[in-house]
């Protein structure tokens, strides 16, 4: 009863007018422009995107603050990452987002604290400056570790006036040169956390890289040095990729930003190559890179065998043949540990069907190895992608698949009840919806507590986990046995 | 290459394999610049001391490993408590997306909430368009009886006027004439979500009752406040109220939005307190709070309508339990059934069985203000001493209640409590006043695996262990529940302590 692409076609085209029919006229106009079905040899999925989420129409996605504290500057290890403002920010995003780091939290790493200015009335009545920097007096005298500060701006900030880049700068003075970078990541900037990374990105340009030249004397280039950016290292997603590239000969010399260091940050413009997963989030520091220190920089993807092998010999061919060959060294090595998921997970899943609601890289980039396993695609979409993203998803997705924009509760719900995929792939928000439907779902943020997915190893926990969510026995008792009766 | 597809190692396992190890041992050696070991250690002994003790409590302007969240999450958790409400937070979009998550990973169920998605132009202009366009867009979108308003510190920093927004809104058609939109000022930078919790419900009560006469009936109403075990507790407390014969209202019922079936249906809303009874509620006999400083606006406020208004303080055990019946008993005239009699009984049956393994145990506790007491009087009850109690978002009045409660017991002496601290000085409280276990939510992990100090979690968030708030804490049922929790704690501990063959397992005993 499978249907053909062009009956696919027509009932996700039928799908889309269904869905618009809930909104007002007005809003209808503007989501129509978000929603659409892709068609082969398209060089975009023409949908509009990167622009303002509608009011009151549940939108999955976040902030600023999100994109910076929470994915960007957030991983970084050694600095402590004062979340400046009210409470809540810091805390909903307090070690929610398993960016994996080895070290003595507490005492030299800091990653999952949550260090607050925790403003009051009086703070935003007043102004916070004064706050601050005694709250960096206090960091210095309690965390005496720590290996640099960063301010990351919530709403209020911006609103009342504060400046906190003189407060940085005098103090960085006063703690004898220390790293301190005022990010003004203010949550209502922008339409999303995307400007969040790209504020981020140029904090690191104006606060790291401009004041760290000639820092790290002792360091000592070779040929082959590279870095990681764009993971965040979620359930250890940066060290199941690192293993794969110093396997084929490469030096990674940082890693932006999961389990990464400020000295990584610092040296980083010293790499031969920049290495880039998630490019939503950090292609503007790889661009910035290649302009100034004339750093190449390639995009690849470590998600199912396919991809990996095509991205080991992407990222070779800007090396040697030692490297080339290291590749195929790699690819040949991991080849039966492959071969042995597939076979024992495709059967189980061959022909199984997929709807994406993510963010960076991942509505695109996991497609592959979801079709390693067998399984199809059959809808994606971006919480906060640009229209370079939805130029690049054409390279994976199939004719006729659906693509949502900053999607809606009321859109996905729908779309999933009508197009009945045996698995979706999104967030915490989304996951208890479908599985009340009787949906199989995985998180595909924080890998669902599991992980890692990247690399060799990480696809054999992929492969396990689609697998155990899709095939769960609990799927088949959710009706009652009388209710047919 | 230790990964293999017959059993599939994942981060548990596969970072411990040689090669990973390795890894990272040239990650550090080579990039990370990272200080001497000795110099990691000599802080990390540092950070133990009653030297390190006296500077962290010394902090002035540094908040570290808070435990409270902020206004608007508690005016969520308030909105879906009432029949087909749609929480609306007027403000920066992200912050919903967070009350959601924070939610969702809490009670492992949907948490639907919108936001006015206010932008730059909106901190400038003001966030009018974004309440009529977002009114009727949520109206539109997800059919509600009603859409309960709170704000994000954004809004409330440019000062958006939610009553003429609102207003405007309705007169542009956003929202029928007759439809329920009310709202509460929910800004983040006062108090903490239980602050929020007692605005909404305070908001939403004053929308249903100004300008209405109060017809005085027996019915009594119960708020719950603030409570990761609003599921269990609720029920618990319908069940006792039911025994007894009494007549009531339960205010902000989320107990089955937050426990919905996996069925094949997705119930965007389920349950709560009908719109119909919130309306009738002003003409209860009194309103009753099982958490004071959850509800200290709203009481207020149902007392000047001319209602008895009672509160509690997150009641927990015997004697907790004993003085919420005997009111409720007193309130409504009803008596307290055998059925409940002998439910205490089992209690302080099981509470004599088992006292011998907590009496004299030193209990540290945190937790919002009510849940604190009401802990600390059931350990006290049970012969433990809560040598530590601290609340970050508790002020001083309730200090001074919870120094009270410490002075009203023998097991109360050389305890302290500790108001508007967070985890980093529980740190240094287990560190130099060492305690044999801690009660507190999920982040209280942290300190456990950096004191060793054992861990029960009763509390909220709590992430990292599921399905616990499905059971009651209150009644003596939940005394119940929490007295076994803190049992298979102790018992669990024991074991471990007790366990080296040759060495101590002659304490390894079968029968305990």
Redesign the interface.
Known sequence: MSLTVEQVKVRNQALIEEVLEVYPEKTAKRRAKHLNVYEEGKTDCNVKSNIKSIPGVMTIRGCAYAGSKGVVWGPIKDMVHISHGPVGCGQYSWAARRNYYIGTTGVDTFVTMQFTSDFQEKDIVFGGDKKLEKIMDEIEDLFPLNKGITVQSECPIGLIGDDIEAVSKKKSKEFGGKTIVPVRCEGFRGVSQSLGHHIANDTVRDWIFDKSEGKHPEFVSTPYDVSIIGDYNIGGDAWASRILLEEMGLRVIAQWSGDGSIAELENTPKAKLNVLHCYRSMNYISRHMEEKYGIPWVEYNFFGPSKIEASLREIASHFDDKIKEGAERVIAKYKPLMQAVIDKYKPRLAGKTVMLFVGGLRPRHVIGAYEDLGMEVVGTGYEFGHNDDYQRTTHYVKDGTLIYDDVTGYEFEKFVEKVQPDLVGSGIKEKYVFQKMGVPFRQMHSWDYSGPYHGYDGFAIFARDMDMAINNPIWGLTKTPWANS | ?T????S????FN??REP??LE??EN??KN?????PKE??EE??EW?KTWE?RE??FG????????A??????GAVFVAVGFEGTMP?VH?????V??????L??HF?????????????D??VFGGL???I??????Y???KPKMIAVST???AE??GDDLNGFITNARNKGSVPEDFPVPYAHT????G?HITGYDNALKGILSNFWEGKTRVAKDKINLIGGFDGYTVGNTREVKRMLDLMGVDYTILADNSEVFD????????MYDGGTTLEDTAAALNAKATISMQQYCTEKTLSYAATHGQEVVSFNHPVGVAGTDKFLMEISRITGKAIPALLTKERGRLVDAIADSSAHIHGKKFAIYGDPDLCLGLAAFLMELGAEPVHVLSTNGGNDWLGKMEALLASSPFGAGCHAYAGKDL?HM?SLLFTEPVDFLIGNT?GK?LER?TGTPLIRIGFPVFDRHHHHRYPVWGYQGGMNVLVTVLDKIFDEMDKNTNIPAKSDYSFDIIR
């Open positions: 290459m990964q293999n597809s017959s599939v190692l994942d981060h596969l970072f090669e990973y890894m990272f990650k550090k990039f990370e610049n990272s200080h110099r990691v802080i990390r950070t390190y500077k962290n902090r002035e302007a540094l908040t570290v490993n808070p409270k969240a902020c206004q608007p999450l609306f403000g920066s979009q992200g912050c997306a967070y009350y959601r998550s924070h969702s990973r492992k169920e949907p948490s639907s909430c919108v936001s006015s998605s206010m932008t730059e909106a901190a368009n974004n309440m366009d977002g009114l009727s867009n949520t539109s979108m997800y994000t510190c954004m920093v440019i800004p983040a930078f006062v903490s919905t079936p996996a069925d094949g249906e997705f119930r980093w740190r982040y942290y950096d």
